[in-house]
């Protein structure tokens, strides 16, 4: 008999019994949304009421489940979330109080568990166990290790729906204390529609990436108008923290095919995924794509190795000056720092690598439209990427290359890109600034 699978009968057990091991004021970690235990966390929410706990916190990136409990006002100061990037669902309950935010570089994460906080529980979602005792986190690695590496407790939550993936996902049974099962859907993204801006950006985006070039690329409509705009070009590479839907059609259509890359030739890289059932599957077991902790794939010096590293990711505003928030709108945060710095300072150290930031070229607000280029970032705005690393930045309505550029000339390129009905009060500012 595999000796396995009786370890496996041994440590099997309930939600509710591994629920039992959380206490008051306990920090639990887990991994981030297709890695987010449903189960156990529902279990503990439970007893949390039952018993009357208070003071236990649940860590990880991103969540993607909407009823979790600790999202809800009851479960303030008993089972609240610390989000490291406000998903649209932390972001309510941060705005509300009854949640909180670490800020950090996501290839930071393993970092600040190994160094600042202890895990008193660490729980993941885990593939099947293969014959040799392995589990896979699946496609959500990220910080995975670094939240296990002082953790006094670890368990997992196996679910058939978790693809088994290649790369540094694997967690073996004698590292875990006990699991237990459920095999609840795993979330998922919806794909967001391609509109007419996105598509004008896209088309700007597509000039500044060459055939053989390596791509980093977010969710949101204009990452995914870009893919479609790549369709046509040739042995383009992917080292991206996140591996999304658009990236599929890529591979298949064999724009992608990851042969001119330095490391890991052939090879898809990432770090987390949050996609539909049709990236899961493609995923599964598939050894073009590999998987690993996110202190590596994020890593700057990493990055820069690929040559032609092209990297976008979105941003809420700038300033004349090149300082980008990213995060928050004014004082209230939205979203978090994430890989955007990580991989604009690998794509800046690459040989003819692109940093490249996109928006809108306004924003509809409740007082109105407002434009994303501003004389200065609204009062409150968070500096996401510093004015000193920032490259390129694409509207709709263009192309404006900072890096090398004079505070002048960094003006200018801004006001070229702003929508037309802004202007006119940019240079007046500008002028104020002595910029114009």
Partial sequence: MNKWKEIYREKLTTPEEIATHVKSHDKCASTCIVGEPYATVKAIAERVIKEDLEGITHHLLLTGRPDHAFLKDAFKGKFEHVSYFSSPLARKAIAKGIADQIHTYYSDEGLIWRNYIE??????????????????????????????????????????????????????????DALCECHEPLPELKIAPIDERAKSI????????????????????????????????????????MFTDSMIDLIECGAVTNLSKPIHTAKSISTFS????????????????????????????IIARHKNMISINAFIEIDLHGQVCSESVGPRMISGTGGQVDFIRGANKSEGGKAILTTYSTAELKTGTVSTIKPMLTEGAVVTTNKNDVDYIVTEYGVAQLRGKTMRQRAHELINITHPDFRDELIYHAKKMLLF
């Avoid at 693809?163 to 875990?176: A, D, L, M, Q, Y």
């Avoid at 690329?217 to 923290?241: F, M, T, W, Y």
């Avoid at 902790?293 to 010096?301: A, F, I, L, S």
């Fill in 119 to 176: 895990a008193d529980i660490f729980y993941a979602v885990v593939s099947p166990m293969d014959k040799h005792g392995y589990f896979s986190f699946g496609p959500a690695v990220g910080g995975a290790r670094g939240q296990m590496s002082r953790a006094k407790k670890v368990f997992v939550e196996v679910n058939e729906n978790q693809p088994r993936v290649h790369g540094e996902s694997n967690i073996h049974i004698s590292e875990i």
């Fill in 274 to 301: 949050y996609g539909t059932k049709r990236t899961y599957d493609f995923l599964d077991d598939n050894p073009g794509v590999e998987f690993y902790p996110v202190e590596y794939t994020n890593n700057v010096n």
């Fill in 202 to 241: 896209s088309h700007h985006i597509i000039d500044l990436i060459p055939d053989g070039a390596t791509i980093q690329l977010g969710i949101g409509a204009v990452p995914n108008a870009v893919a479609q705009c790549l369709k046509d070009r040739n042995n383009l590479n992917i080292h991206s923290e």
